[in-house]
C-alpha cells in the first residue's frame, strides 16, 4: 500500500476532526454540538453531494457504462446483505442479523462524502451518476433484510408489510434529500445554479469537518456498546467491509475504467449505514437490537473505512 496515501489520508483535517471528536468523548470533556445544528448539516452534505450530482448528470451523456453502474451497484446491495446475514446470524440472532446485514449492504452518505474528499486530495473526480447510484443502493438491501427475516423469523415481523418497508426506506429523510437534490439539479439551470454554488462547493469542508467531529463524539459514546457481543462481531464489522470494498474495487474494473469512479464503488460497498437502516429497521425488526448494529456501523466500520480502508481500496483499484 502506498505509504504517502496513507499518511495524506491519516493528516487530513477533517479526519483529524473526527479523532479530535473521540479524545473529547474519551476524556468526558463538556464539548458538545446543539442537536438541531448536527441535523441541519446533515441534511446539508445530503443536499450538497445530490444537486452537484445532478448538475454532473446534467451535462452528462446518458451511455452504456451508466447503465452499467446502476444494475452493478443494485447487484452489490442486493448480493451483500445475503453473505452477510448467514455469516453472523448464529452469532446473534434472526432479527439482528437481519438488521446488521441491511446496515452492512446499505451505503454510508458520510463515508461517501469522505471519498469525495480524499479524491479530491488524489486529483481525481468522479461521475455524477455515481450519486444517483449510491441513493439507489439504500433501499434494496432494507428489502433483502426484511425478507431474510421474515423467513427465518416470521413471528417478528407478521404485521408490517414489504410494502410498508419499501414505502419507509423510499421516504426516509436522507434517501428524500439525496434523491430530490439530485433530481433538482439535473433540471435547474446551469446559470442559476452558478448562485448557490458558493453554498454547494465553498462551505462544503467546513461542515465536513464539523459533523466528523460530532462522528467522532458518537463513536467514542458508542464503541463499548457491543462489546458483550465478543470478538466474532468485531471482526466481523472490519473485515467484512474491508473485503466488500476490495471485491467492489476489483470487479468494477469492468463496469468502468475511471479510477474515481471505481473508488466510489468500493466505498458504497464497503460501508454501513447508521442513517436510513435503522430507522427502517424499527418497523422490520422491532427485536433487534440498535446498541448493536448502529455501534457496528458507527464505532468500527466508518473509522476503518476513513483511515485504512480508502488506501487499501485505491491501492487496489491500482495494481487491477
Not at 50 to 59: A, M, S
Not at 68 to 86: D, H, M, R
Not at 233 to 258: C, E, R
Not at 269 to 293: E, K, Q, T, W
Request: aromatic share 12%; proline share 4%; with cysteine.
Amino acid at each position: 500500500m502506498n505509504l504517502e496515501i496513507l499518511i495524506s489520508n491519516l493528516t487530513n483535517p477533517t479526519l483529524l476532526f473526527f479523532l479530535l471528536g473521540i479524545i473529547a468523548a474519551t476524556c468526558k470533556s463538556d464539548l458538545e454540538i446543539p442537536a438541531p445544528s448536527i441535523k441541519f448539516i446533515s441534511l446539508y452534505l445530503l443536499f450538497a453531494i445530490g444537486f452537484k450530482g445532478g448538475q454532473e448528470l446534467q451535462h452528462s451523456h446518458i451511455n452504456l457504462e451508466i447503465y452499467l453502474s446502476i444494475a452493478f451497484g443494485l447487484l452489490l446491495s442486493t448480493l451483500i446483505p445475503l453473505y452477510s446475514f448467514f455469516l453472523i446470524r448464529k452469532r446473534v440472532g434472526v432479527s439482528n442479523a437481519g438488521s446488521i446485514a441491511a446496515a452492512y449492504g446499505s451505503v454510508s452518505a458520510v463515508t461517501f462524502v469522505s471519498a469525495a474528499t480524499f479524491l479530491e486530495i488524489q486529483g481525481l473526480n468522479f461521475g455524477g451518476h455515481m450519486v444517483a447510484v449510491m441513493a439507489m443502493m439504500e433501499f434494496p438491501a432494507i428489502v433483502v433484510g426484511f425478507i431474510l427475516i421474515r423467513k427465518f423469523e416470521k413471528q417478528s415481523v407478521q404485521e408490517v408489510s414489504l410494502k410498508n418497508i419499501i414505502g419507509h426506506a423510499l421516504t426516509n429523510g436522507s434517501v428524500l434529500m439525496i434523491v430530490g437534490s439530485l433530481i433538482i439539479g439535473m433540471i435547474s439551470d446551469s446559470r442559476q445554479a452558478e448562485g448557490i454554488k458558493p453554498f454547494t462547493n465553498d462551505i462544503f469542508k467546513g461542515f465536513l469537518a464539523i459533523f466528523l467531529l460530532e462522528m467522532g463524539m458518537l463513536t467514542a459514546r458508542r464503541f463499548g456498546a457491543f462489546r458483550k457481543h465478543g470478538l466474532y462481531v468485531m471482526l466481523f464489522a472490519i473485515l467484512v467491509p474491508a473485503f466488500n470494498g476490495v471485491l467492489a474495487a476489483y470487479l468494477s474494473q469492468w463496469i468502468t475504467t475511471d479510477v474515481g469512479n471505481r473508488f466510489i464503488f468500493s466505498i458504497l460497498a464497503a460501508g454501513a449505514s447508521y442513517i436510513a437502516v435503522p430507522a427502517a429497521m424499527r418497523l422490520a425488526a422491532p427485536n433487534a437490537d440498535p446498541g448493536l448494529y448502529i455501534p457496528m456501523a458507527l464505532g468500527l466500520t466508518f473509522p476503518f473505512n476513513i483511515t485504512l480502508g480508502m488506501p487499501l481500496y485505491y491501492y487496489v483499484i491500482q495494481i487491477s
